[in-house]
């Protein structure tokens, strides 16, 4: 069954046509409604093809993403009626989606409602959703949402100690993010584990340009570490992670040029591993950088690990016990050093690394890197979101008529 995963961003829209958890083909729009707009696209066992367009919307961009996949020289489809459903990433439910649906009337004008907590991503993903309508109507689209995993939370994880009536007034509270990967690796690890989804205790930790960690109790999102927003957690590429919130006060005060929106531009975009050490916010630069002795790059490593292993003893607390600590993303699953940080001096707790099998981690493998002896696994296990929406996609579409 030939499913269409669309990811769209506000100036880009990525998407995947998948064939039963196979890719066929995927590409990217680029530059939507700039100067210089193309698509880059590629036939699975193809090179990629770059294509200049000129894409002035998502609908647009859409509609020559089907001409390409329904076309002569790139394409992959005679028809897009061959396409049987389409699944949108979608950032922000807010407390409206606890799982994933089928894009109605009522849903778009859920999705509406949640733009203000999601105002960067929640109109991107619409436009996606609603540029997919018009040109391939009569296709059931499926919105799959990043907050819906981490619904249930109890009220002690998701709630913040502020006046009560922010929270009832403006849905002031936690809802966390990438929730999609850590239901994804955590229904993974049980498997690895060859033990019921339902009755493990299992740490999430997606690790990649946005981060976060997950505590999940028998099959249910217990706790995570973003919040309201994806700026909360563990420092990032270039997000502070959790911070004083009197800082903000305090460099306003201190700095009179200081706007509280360059305070947010500068706690999303130039904090994090990037400004700490001031070289980069990719973890390969910062290890080559550690590695000649640049010792701010080494301390924003060291940061991050630290902020990890925190989140993981704090979550094995939460849990009461740990069957399994699981690392994804482009971080968990391809940087060693921060694998090996993140669960240092865990061995109380039966948390326990084989460091020779941790450094001979293949690219894209799922792997057990703990010690025969260690009570609780510890697990690289690739993320794979789209496969995820395909999965969801599929299950709510098989289920019309
Ligand atoms: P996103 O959140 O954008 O999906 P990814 O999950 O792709 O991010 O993670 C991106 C980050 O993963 C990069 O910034 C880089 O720091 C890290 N990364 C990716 N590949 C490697 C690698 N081979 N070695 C070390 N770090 C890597």
């Known amino acids: 069954m030939l499913i269409l995963v669309i990811n769209s961003g506000s100036s880009s829209l990525k998407y995947q046509l998948m064939d039963d958890g196979n890719i066929i083909a995927k590409g990217i729009a680029e530059r939507i409604g700039l100067r210089s707009s193309f698509i880059k696209h590629q036939r699975t066992g193809h090179d990629s093809v770059i294509i200049d367009y000129e894409l002035p919307e998502h609908g647009t961009a859409i509609r020559k993403v089907l001409a390409i996949l329904t076309g002569a020289e790139h394409g992959v489809l005679k028809s897009m009626d061959e396409i049987r459903a389409v699944g949108h990433r979608v950032l922000h439910g807010g407390e409206k989606f606890a799982g994933s649906y089928l894009v109605t009337p009522e849903v778009i004008e859920a999705i509406r409602d949640c733009i203000p907590l999601g105002p960067l991503h929640n109109p991107a993903n619409l436009a996606g959703i609603e540029a997919c309508q018009k040109v391939m109507p009569g296709i059931p689209q499926v919105a799959v949402f990043d907050t819906a995993f981490h619904q249930t939370m109890p009220p002690e994880a998701y709630m913040y100690a502020v006046p009560y009536e922010y929270y009832r007034n403006y849905g002031v509270r936690r809802y966390g993010f990438h929730g999609t990967s850590h239901k994804f690796v955590a229904e993974r690890a049980a498997v690895l584990l060859n033990r019921p989804f339902d009755e493990l205790k299992i740490i999430t930790c997606h690790l990649g340009n946005g981060s976060s960690i997950a505590a999940v109790k028998n099959g249910k999102c217990y706790d995570t570490s973003m919040g309201m927003t994806p700026l909360a957690g563990v420092p990032m590429g270039t997000r502070s992670g959790d911070i004083d919130p009197a800082i903000i006060k305090y460099l ?34 910062l290890c080559a950088e550690a590695e000649k002795g640049n010792e701010r790059a080494q301390l924003a490593l060291n940061m991050f690990s630290y902020s990890c292993r925190k989140y993981i003893g704090a979550y094995a607390a939460a849990l009461g016990g740990v069957d399994a600590v699981v690392f994804t993303a482009g971080i968990g699953e391809n940087t060693p050093s921060v694998r090996s940080q993140s669960v240092r001096n865990l061995a109380f707790m039966g948390i326990e690394i084989d460091e020779k099998k941790n450094v001979e981690v293949p690219r ?17 296990i690739p993320t794979n979101e789209e496969l995820a929406i395909a999965n969801e996609t599929r299950r709510i579409s098989e289920n019309l008529k």
Do not use: H, Y
């Open 364 to 380: 894209g493998a799922e792997m057990d890197i703990s010690l025969e002896r260690s009570a609780a696994r510890i697990l690289v």
């Open 252 to 285: 306003m005060d201190s700095d009179p040029e200081l706007t509280i929106e360059n305070i947010d531009f500068i706690l999303n975009k130039k904090s994090g591993v990037l400004g700490i050490s001031g070289v980069s916010s990719d973890f390969r630069d």
